[in-house]
């Protein structure tokens, strides 16, 4: 019975492949991964990004004030919002759409990692239903990670999420996956909250 639960439960997430691939065992990355030595990719910066729209006023004043990392990719399910913060500074935040409250299409909580960077990706879900997206950033692959969502029917941030939401993954606005992915590194820290 356990068996049963445990494989519904991983069938219920988001699994992408890459545009043209028929087989995939994982998307592919958007860097070459690197030989045997350790290869470090320096960015340039990007500029500080004003927030899309106004943090709800039970939200904290500044997310990022305790945090110590380089990056920082904060999601609060209860405030249907990300938060990316760059050592104790705010640098983007918008609004998201997270899964429906459901046994197995909820989003899940917990510490995490970027676990890759994709572009042009077909996510598959348990149904065989399958939804093209520009941008997939796993943060526990293969099945729940950040994507665009054009077929979303109603604004990021609404309370919806809970009976249309997704089925685990993290929906986010064009313009803000499209910030994160050239925002974020391989490895960056993903913390989801209730």
């Known amino acids: 019975m356990a068996l049963a639960g445990l494989a519904a439960g991983l069938l219920a997430g988001c ?25 470090h990719q320096v960015k340039a910066p990007l500029p500080m990004a004003a927030p899309d729209a106004p943090t709800r006023a039970d939200a904290p004043p500044n997310p990022c004030a305790h945090n110590g990392d380089g990056q920082l990719v904060r999601v609060s399910l209860r405030h249907q919002r990300m938060w990316l913060c760059r050592h104790h500074h705010l640098a983007y935040s918008s609004a998201i759409t997270s899964g429906m409250v459901g046994q197995y299409t ?25 939804y093209d997206v520009k ?7 293969p099945l729940f990670g950040f994507h665009d ?5 109603f604004p990021y941030g609404s309370p919806k999420y809970r009976t249309e939401g997704s089925h685990g993954c993290v929906h986010l606005p064009l313009k ?7 925002w974020a590194e391989i490895g960056t820290r993903v913390h989801i909250r209730a």
């Open 15 to 39: 699994s992408a492949t890459a545009h043209h691939t028929a087989q995939a065992s994982a998307p592919a990355p958007r860097q070459p991964a690197p030989a045997a030595h350790h290869v």
């Open 106 to 130: 909820s989003t899940p909580t917990g510490d995490y990692a970027i676990q890759g960077l994709n572009r042009n990706s077909v996510l598959t879900l348990n149904t065989g239903q399958q």
């Open 135 to 141: 941008y997939w950033i796993p943060f526990d692959a």
């Open 149 to 153: 969502s054009s077929w979303q029917q």
């Open 176 to 182: 803000a996956i499209r910030y994160l992915y050239d």
